[in-house]
């Protein structure tokens, strides 16, 4: 059995165990792939093909409705910023402070430290 | 009647009422230090593999993010600290609660040990063993208001092909795991298990959309 049909059972038990379903609350897409490659195959994940990965899921997570998932808009930043793209960076730590408010302390130290430079 | 016929009458009504009221956890503190958002710091490594911490890293972020809690972007969140002089775990976790109050503006972090991690050889098999204990930690107070295990084994030789019949749930067909690295799956059901576990996982946090944060159990 491959280990993601392993996962995706128990995950499923572990879920549903619950007693009531739940849908889930955001759409994942390639986000922590993309966090798994980056340290283990980062041949696989070099910042172009993050960034439109990432870009693709947002597109496809608007196109359907549903939530991008906590820290993904501050990683795409994060590797905009690291390519010099200083704008785009700064449009997505925005959005994540706009969609998580929690992220506020810390993106707010980021930006401070992008317009420094 | 028998100590043990006692047990036994006893064990299916343990098991039925598992999803009404069970609390042999202290969920007292955590109620009370109920965090909103959660840094996930790359775990200290006691295993031989040197990969694990990343590995681990890399299949957190969803069940905890799920269960209803902001979770900081943990590659950034490794990245910065590296930029800031903190080259691996050890460093990152010598780091006060303070600080990382003061710069993350994190209600709790979740600080992790792997203890084993690996394929371990039997005779006509392998496992895929992951063991790792977890401390949920408020950063205003100090106060440990979590503390758990991620542990799983995946054996070769033994099938859960009965379970493949069950429904595949929306969220996680979307994951597709092409990476040959048994550990990578096995750390995603252990940290599944740690944190939705019914007795000892995390409560339901504040963006958790079934009940209000912290009052269902």
Redesign the interface.
Known sequence: ????????????????????Q????????E???L??D????PGKADPTTQIAKLNEDIERANAEGQRV????H??LG?LYYGQGQLDAAYEQFTIEKTL?P?????VD??LARMKKQ | MSRISRLLGLAPVLLTA??ATMEPHDYTAYREHMP??ILVLPPLNESVDV?AS??W???I??PV??R?Y???????VD??MKDNGLPGPDEMHSVSLQKLR??????AVLYVVIEDWGQKYVVLSSNTVVRARARLVDTATGVEIWQGRADFT?SSSS???D??T????????????S?A??T???A??AN??MV?D?RAGFLPGP????TDAGDSR
């Open positions: 059995m491959r280990p993601f049909a392993i996962f995706a059972v128990t995950a499923i038990a572990v879920l549903s165990s619950g007693c009531a739940r849908t889930p609350l955001y759409r994942w897409g986000y922590e792939s966090v798994y980056m340290y283990m195959r998932p906590p820290g993904l501050a990683h994060y998580f929690e992220s506020t302390v810390f130290g980021v | 598992a999803c909103r958002s990969n990343y590995v890293l890399s299949t972020t969803m993010a799920e209803g902001y979770v900081f972007p943990v590659a950034v990245a910065f003061e710069v993350f503006g994190a209600d995946e099938g859960s092909s379970l493949l069950m429904v595949i749930s929306a969220a996680l067909e979307q994951i597709i795991d990476t690295d048994a990578h799956g096995v995603r059901q599944y298990l939705y019914e963006r958790s959309p079934s």
